[in-house]
């Protein structure tokens, strides 16, 4: 079973940067790809990035690209998603999620198994 714990969120101006963590509790973090979707009041669930169990490839929704960046270190079996260049629409509670092991990450919501509880963003104009 893999736990997944967000953190990182906040109330912050257009323009300001956040970065999210999120801390697996597994025993090979290297075993997962990792990805990070969000969700806005009244929408659904939608892919932000990912990231392979490495790190070798990363992928990002066009709405984030050059703006936000996944990275992930193993040994701290922590993955991270720094925003930059923040808009109001970027509000919505971000979770990291992780599919089966081994499995390669993607940006199909259904494909993942594991879910974290959550972390919100609140980007204000």
């Known amino acids: 079973q893999v736990q997944l714990v967000e953190s990182g969120g906040g109330l912050v101006q257009a323009g300001d940067s956040l970065k999210l963590s999120c801390v697996a509790s597994?025993?090979?973090?290297?075993?997962?790809?990792m990805g990070w979707f969000r969700q806005a009041p009244g929408k659904e669930r939608e892919f932000v990035a990912r990231?392979?169990?490495?790190?070798?490839?990363?992928a990002y929704a066009d709405s984030v690209k050059g703006r936000f960046t996944i990275s992930r270190i193993n040994n701290k079996k922590t993955v991270y998603l720094q925003m930059n260049s923040l808009k109001p629409e970027d509000t919505a509670i971000y979770f990291c999620a992780a599919p089966a092991r081994y499995q390669p990450s993607t940006q199909y919501s259904s494909n993942y198994a594991y879910w974290g509880q959550g972390t919100q963003v609140t980007v204000s104009s």
């Open positions: 597994v025993l090979s973090f290297s075993d997962y790809a």
């Open positions: 990231i392979s169990r490495f790190g070798a490839t990363t």
